[in-house]
């Protein structure tokens, strides 16, 4: 069904820029990927799907990552899914071009700027 959230590729809707997020899987060769990042149903929204786009169904979420049309740091909400389980890396995009990462495997969990797009 061709709706207006129906396509990956939509970032920008009526000139507006739409969250947009992914899972990053590693596969039996050791590789990452990941797959069309996904749009959620609003424009601040994007789904957490730690399955969808797989190469092989062996593979497995290594990390996730989204981008954020508002704010250069994590949600609570981001952490707490990020949380687990299962415990993933998140990284975010900010609407600057700013990134940044939050890994819960680590104690204290690390939230860190990693660069500029
Ligand atoms: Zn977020």
Same mark, same amino acid.
């Given at each position: 069904?061709?709706g207006?959230?129906?396509?990956?590729?939509?970032?920008w809707?009526?000139g507006d820029?739409?969250e947009q997020?992914a899972?990053? #899987? &590693?596969?039996k !060769?050791?590789q990452?990927y990941?797959?069309?990042?996904?749009?959620?149903?609003?424009?601040?929204?994007?789904?957490?799907?730690?399955?969808?786009?797989?190469?092989?169904?062996? +593979?497995?979420?290594?990390?996730?990552?989204?981008?954020?049309? &508002?704010? +250069? !740091? #994590?949600?609570?909400?981001?952490?707490?899914?990020? +949380?687990?389980?299962?415990?993933?890396?998140?990284?975010?995009?900010?609407?600057?071009?700013d990134m940044?990462?939050? !890994?819960?495997?680590? +104690?204290?969990?690390?939230? &860190?700027?990693?660069? &500029?797009?």
């Amino acid at each position: 069904m061709a709706g207006r959230n129906s396509g990956a590729s939509r970032r920008w809707v009526r000139g507006d820029p739409w969250e947009q997020s992914a899972t990053v #899987f &590693k596969g039996k !060769d050791g590789q990452c990927y990941y797959p069309q990042p996904k749009t959620g149903p609003l424009p601040g929204q994007s789904p957490r799907d730690l399955s969808s786009g797989k190469l092989s169904p062996a +593979d497995k979420p290594v990390a996730h990552a989204h981008s954020h049309i &508002k704010g +250069d !740091d #994590f949600s609570a909400q981001d952490k707490k899914l990020a +949380d687990g389980p299962p415990p993933l890396p998140e990284y975010i995009l900010g609407p600057g071009g700013d990134m940044r990462v939050y !890994d819960p495997r680590q +104690d204290p969990p690390i939230n &860190k700027p990693i660069g &500029k797009l």
